[in-house]
């Protein structure tokens, strides 16, 4: 059984424009929101994925205990 958790947003960035001098991550106009949009969905997605590895730790630990 395949199971997928998809972030949907996605952000492109470019070293040319977002980066100066190909290091400092200086995003152009826009991009901080395009961010902030990503992360929130990769953060509800790490905070489902917390609840279930929580669920699978105790189901684990009551298979070992027999």
């Known amino acids: ?5 998809t972030v949907r947003r996605q952000v492109l960035l470019s070293l040319f424009t ?22 929130d ?5 790490a905070r489902a994925m917390k609840t279930m590895r929580a669920a699978r730790a105790v189901e684990a630990t009551a298979a070992a205990a027999g």
């Open 1 to 5: 059984m395949l199971q997928v958790a």
């Open 18 to 39: 977002d980066f100066e001098n190909l290091t400092t991550f200086v995003p152009l106009p826009g991009r901080e929101d395009e961010l902030s949009g990503m992360l």
């Open 41 to 45: 969905q990769v953060v509800a997605w």
